[in-house]
């Protein structure tokens, strides 16, 4: 399944001429709404409610959330997961401060997004809502912009969408509510171009890379966020080059169905997949940021080895590490443009890191499914790994898999697999804990094809479980998988030795919670229990439809995973 992606038709060109208005708060949403964004989530109340309704009115699908927070992080997963930017739209002062970190996620992930908010009047100082948005904003690492005037108001709209959409940015659109109240009127639909011509590398850089890659014995390709559009491309020029691709972890089911393959690259490879990156003697990003989690802290390149980085950003080069090239390029364009140069040069195909041998071993070996696993389970908690492999041959392989943060994360991000890289989405830049859950609905709206399925710990699950209404509402067939240790396990993992009164819980019964919220909730202390799993799922299957499931799994404590040590290492 592959994401609609209008960022090229950018408006309604065909479409019946009609005047928006009567006021900017009309017209702002209507210009959003034919410029081509895809979905809504907020949180109304009378600072947004006018420009809202007009965003409906354009034929935008609005989901209201139960807090601004669940609506900044829907609508980041969205846009990942779709193609298409996402809107958030909320009321001035506190609205905006309650959707501050799933803002700052997504600025910190290069998420095209727009967060249509309010703003107090220029000359409110005395509003309770008056707080300085536009620092707020910048402190994130987000775009500030703003609505001006009634005259300039589809300028201003269509700049913020540009910067949004062509350079891959999260903009906060400030709309102060008497600008936003001011007489307007505009002609629609409106249209412009928002995305500029991918960046085509120059050719000394690809003489370079070209000349790399034919002296590589043993080359590995890790494609990242910037390289999801180009998959086909760099597992072409792998085949070519006999390199070895994997992906890190935003990018996760790129290279899925290849045979020379490795999953993820970092913390959670498993110990083949990080031998054999370890082995290289060129790496190559793709639109990937090569920093301490996808490197392992830069263990995972060896003495030695080149290191060639591929962005369309000048800024993203060498930022983590050094490298022996940089290129300023498209990675489309750029695995197009070498593959050419090498068999204008009358290079044929080469085994490098490719045998048979290496086939083999990647086959039996690189999924952590393969890795043996000794059951910690006990008669009233379950081994996360057990329960996760066995969920794994349960559900659908037509999902699309969200990850919490948390002791936990590594269980759902290595044992269940994924169709594609239209299968996961993961909102870790931030490494907040609590965001799963509304990735997993964002996710559900951008992919509505399959089965939304959700890694969270008890900590995370229910510090967002207001959202969990919204699903149910929404009737979205989600699977939420809770990894219950009644506790902020990576603090007890990490601070060993330590009083933990103030990180853990008394057992609380999250299947009641979630059915008192609508939900189907299931308790999980063995792998007998999961027959409660496929009952809902026989009941999905007949119907099309089913109420979210929330499991409830009690697990065992694994002292302290190993990707938490990863985690840590870069506080």
Known sequence: MTPGNRADSIGRDNAERRVYGPTVADVVGRALADLGAGHVFGVVGSGNFVMT?????????????RHEGGAATMADAYSRMSGRVGVVSLHQGCGLTNAM????????????????????????????????????????????????????????????????????????LNVAIDIAAAACSATGPIAAAVTPAPVRPDGDSMARFAELLRGAHKPVFVAGRGGRAAGPAIAELARICGA?????????????????????????????????????????GWGCALNDWT?????????GTRIVQI??????????????????GDCRQTADDVLTAIRESGTEAVTGYRTAEVAALIAKSSRWQDVPVADTSTGDRIDPR????????????????????????????????????????????????????HTAIGAAFAQPGRLPVLGAGDGGFLMAVAELETAVRAEIPLVAIVYNDSAYGAEVHHFTTADHTTVTFPETDIAAIAAGFGATGVTVR???????????????????????????????????AWWLAEAFAGH
């Open 386 to 437: 057990a329960l996760t492999i066995a969920l794994d041959e349960i559900l659908p392989a037509e999902r699309i898999v969200s990850i919490d943060s948390g002791n936990f994360m590594g269980y759902p991000a290595t044992h269940l697999s994924v169709p594609d890289e239209f299968g996961f989405c993961f909102t870790q830049a931030f490494q907040s804990i609590g965001l799963g859950l």
């Open 244 to 284: 070895l691709v994997a992906t890190s972890a935003v990018a996760n089911g790129l290279f899925n169905g290849d045979e020379f393959a490795l999953g993820i690259s970092g913390g959670f490879a498993s110990p083949v997949t990080a031998e054999l990156i370890a082995g290289a003697d060129l790496i190559v």
């Open 295 to 303: 490197t392992r802290h830069g263990r995972l390149i060896s003495p």
């Open 311 to 328: 962005d369309d950003d000048m800024a993203a080069l060498g930022v983590h590490r050094p490298v022996d090239l940089g290129v300023l």
């Open 101 to 172: 970190t799933g803002i700052g996620e997504a600025a910190k992930s290069r998420t095209p997004m727009i967060v249509l908010t309010a703003d107090s009047p220029a000359a409110a100082l005395r509003s309770n809502f008056r707080i300085d948005q536009e620092a707020l904003v910048r402190s994130v690492g987000a775009v500030s912009d703003r609505v001006y005037s009634a005259q300039t108001a589809v300028a201003d709209v269509t700049r913020a969408f540009r910067t949004a959409a062509g350079q891959r940015r999260t903009v906060v």
């Open 53 to 65: 309704e007009a965003l409906r009115q354009g034929g935008m699908p609005f989901t209201a959330t």
């Open 526 to 560: 063995s792998l007998g229990d999961l027959a409660a799993v496929r009952e809902w799922l026989d009941r999905y299957r007949q119907n099309g439809k089913a109420r979210p499931l929330v499991i409830d799994a009690k697990i065992t404590s694994d002292g302290g």
